[in-house]
């Protein structure tokens, strides 16, 4: 089993949707969490990060963490083209001290 | 904002030559990083620097090594290249340890080793 799981995609959604991006991870103990967006070609950059159970919205992007079920996901309101991208999830765990990073799930929003 | 700077965007080198991957970053961070990212395979720690001469090796830091002369300054070393380090390599700086606060990367350096 994989430290931190993500469906790979491509997860093709029309402009004016919700996307959902979903991650799972093994470490019980994992304390932070990361989403990095990446456009083809270009390092990652990231979109929002949690810690705490429950929801953080910024914008269009809402981060969910559910702890007692190891998964934390990105949702993206209002999906635009420009949103087309591989979303990467980071788990941090062994006390602050390790980063995983999940392979990444490939976003199209087509219009 | 954070900027971080790889000093080459694409490279092109030959088996067995010695490799200098640099990163400076401008936001005296204390942390510092280097990945490799691979289809299918995401991003991997190669190593990973809390301090100036101090380092710490990642997940995979067979055939590489390191040096931070500098708080700014983080460089790989490739001491002699093969064809399966041909990969896409990003720095990155934190203000905190790896899992605690976020990652700023570099541009990222896509190295071919023919």
């Known amino acids: 089993q994989k430290e931190v799981e993500q469906n790979s995609g491509p997860l093709s959604v029309p402009e004016g949707a919700i996307a959902s991006l979903n991650c799972t991870y093994s470490?019980?103990?994992?304390?932070?969490f990361f989403w990095y967006r990446q456009y083809s070609g270009k390092s990652p950059e990231l979109i929002m990060f949690?810690?705490?159970?429950g929801d953080k919205e910024d914008g269009r992007f809402t981060a969910q963490l559910n702890k007692a079920s190891q998964y934390v996901s990105l949702l993206i309101r209002d999906s635009q083209p420009s949103d087309s991208a591989t979303y990467l999830c980071a788990v941090g765990s062994g006390g602050y001290n390790k980063l995983i990073f999940g392979a990444g799930t490939r976003l199209a929003v087509h219009p | 904002d954070v900027k971080v700077t790889q000093s080459s965007r694409y490279l092109v080198k030959r088996t067995g030559e010695k490799v200098f991957l640099e990163c400076v970053q401008d936001m005296d961070h204390e942390n510092m990083f280097w990945y490799r990212q691979d289809p299918g395979l995401g991003l991997r720690l190669i190593y990973f620097s809390y301090d100036v001469k101090m380092k710490e090796k990642g997940d995979i830091p067979e055939g590489y090594s390191v040096s931070r002369e500098k708080k700014e300054r983080f460089s790989l070393i490739l001491e002699s290249a093969s064809t399966n380090q041909t990969s896409m390599y990003l720095c990155a700086s934190s203000l905190s340890g790896p899992g605690a606060s976020p990652l700023h990367f570099g541009n990222g350096t896509r190295l071919t080793v023919t």
């Open positions: 470490d019980r103990g994992s304390q932070s």
């Open positions: 949690i810690y705490s159970n």
